[in-house]
């Protein structure tokens, strides 16, 4: 490979950063609506970015929700590989605001690293990935594999319009493999391959008592409290010892990590001392029995997320609310089925709800589990641009969080997605003072140049 793509790379590195600046500016919040013409705005920035660095074909394609961006470079000729790249260009909210040290939409460095909502998830992976295009163009005048490039606005409300945009589309989007950069890595110095994801069933549970709020001492003891009902509730959802699910059910259709996941598993370095380190918790915790490498890996989990509802003002308020209502997900891992497990939620649930009160129980999203061959030449190829670019073999593991679409792809294009993410494990994704390491934007672009010309040859020996 010519060492120019690599030179200019690292020659222009401050125009890069500068315009991915530029990008992370657009308050890009899919969720809320009176974002919506921040979304027009960020996906036709980007549809220029993808023009002025050479993709043809590119335009911004309306769904039922935010618009997705497409592209395409399609002159590598038919015996080259045709990779697909996708990304997302919506984030999170940034509550609580008066938590981030810097304004969440003005990009600042600090000790090394950008500050910024979407910094790491996921403006700042799929800019370098547009980088790297950028620098192999200017150099080479071509790519030595055939690139599509999807991005969306959508992922972070669980991308409800992605899936049928595929279906329809599919023919467009044929292809060999597929890049998804919106995952992590260990370390620095420690790259890693997410070869899964778990998925996902979101549930919302809803308590309702009497007509209206009532005075705690005129009622208190003779009307049932819909915050003591829910609470009692979610109580019976895990054992507080083993912090096992209590969900009759739930764990009939895990599957078990295979020998080689095991031996992999075995040598990640992720142990409680870390969870501890990273999170800043007095301890880590987790279902018994198992390690944190599997529990954050290839164990299903249950966290509560919220319970909006009566009084959490200042001061002091004796009053029993109306209702209350509590959201709660579920990780799931194979081979749990969404609906199934959102069916078995709802059912013990039920189960628990006295006549005193009214239960409604609402299913609020559902994402599938997915796995990749680690044996798949696209995986290979990845393996070895990382070592390339890091100087170190990556390690292989199952990622803890969700990406609904991975499953799609491989079901509707039946192609293998490949992880490959340059985001840290504190780098505050959905969280205040979201962050991504400079080094590691640089190492990112270098990667992914790497793996532009590593795949052709993956792809003839596999």
């Not at 493999?177 to 899964?196: F, K, Q, R, S, Y």
């Not at 990590?257 to 501890?276: F, H, K, M, N, Y």
Request: net charge negative.
């Amino acid at each position: 490979m010519s060492q120019q793509p690599l030179t200019y790379c690292h020659t222009h590195r401050e125009r890069y950063l500068q315009e991915l600046f530029d990008f992370l500016r657009i308050p890009s919040i899919s969720t809320l609506p009176e974002a919506a013409p921040d979304m027009q705005r960020a996906a036709q920035w980007l549809a220029e970015a993808m023009a002025r660095i050479g993709l043809d074909q590119v335009a911004v394609m309306p769904t039922a929700g935010h618009p997705l961006v497409y592209g395409q470079w399609l002159d590598a000729g038919p015996q080259a590989p045709t990779l697909l790249f996708y990304g997302h260009y919506d984030v999170q909210p940034v509550d609580p605001l008066d938590e981030w040290l810097s304004p969440p939409f003005e990009p600042t460095v600090r000790n090394n690293q950008i500050f910024c909502r979407g910094a790491s998830d996921d403006k700042g992976q799929v800019y370098l990935v547009l980088a790297a295009i950028d620098s192999y163009l200017r150099t080479e005048g071509r790519l030595p594999i055939n690139l599509k490039v999807i991005i969306e606005g959508e992922e972070e409300i669980s991308s409800p319009n992605l899936t049928p945009w595929v279906e329809e589309h599919r023919e467009m989007l044929a292809c060999d493999a597929v890049l998804i950069c919106d995952t992590g890595i260990l370390a620095e110095n420690m790259p890693l391959i997410n070869h899964g994801t778990r998925g996902l069933t979101y549930m919302e549970v809803e308590v309702q008592g009497p007509a209206t709020d009532l005075h705690s001492g005129g009622f208190g003891g003779v009307v049932d409290n819909p915050f003591n009902v829910l609470v009692r509730i979610l109580a019976q959802l895990q054992d507080g010892e083993t912090r096992r699910v209590l969900i009759p059910g739930f764990y009939d259709q895990v599957a078990p990590p295979d020998a080689l996941e095991e031996r992999l598993l075995a040598q990640a370095p992720i142990s409680d001392q870390v969870i501890q380190g990273l999170t800043g918790a007095p301890a880590a915790a987790g279902e018994a029995g198992y390690t944190a490498a599997e529990r954050v890996t290839v164990r299903p989990t249950l966290d509560i997320h919220g319970m909006p509802g009566g009084f959490t003002g200042e001061g002091k308020k004796t009053v029993i609310p109306a209702r209350a209502s509590a959201k709660v997900s579920m990780r799931l891992v194979p081979n749990q089925d969404p609906a199934e497990i959102a069916t078995l939620f709802e059912r013990r649930v039920r189960s628990l709800a006295p006549s005193s009160v009214k239960v409604t129980v609402r299913t609020l999203g559902l994402a599938r589990w997915s796995l990749v061959d680690l044996n798949e030449p696209a995986i290979q190829a990845a393996a070895r641009a990382y070592e390339t670019s890091f100087g170190t073999a990556p390690l292989f593991m199952r990622g803890g969080g969700t990406l609904p679409i991975v499953a799609d792809f491989q079901d509707i294009l039946k192609a293998p997605v490949v992880m490959m993410g340059f985001g840290l494990p504190n780098d505050n994704a959905h969280a205040p003072n979201e962050k991504l390491s400079l080094t590691l934007f640089q190492r990112g672009i270098e990667t992914v140049i790497h793996y532009f010309t590593l795949l052709p040859q993956a792809m003839k020996a596999g």
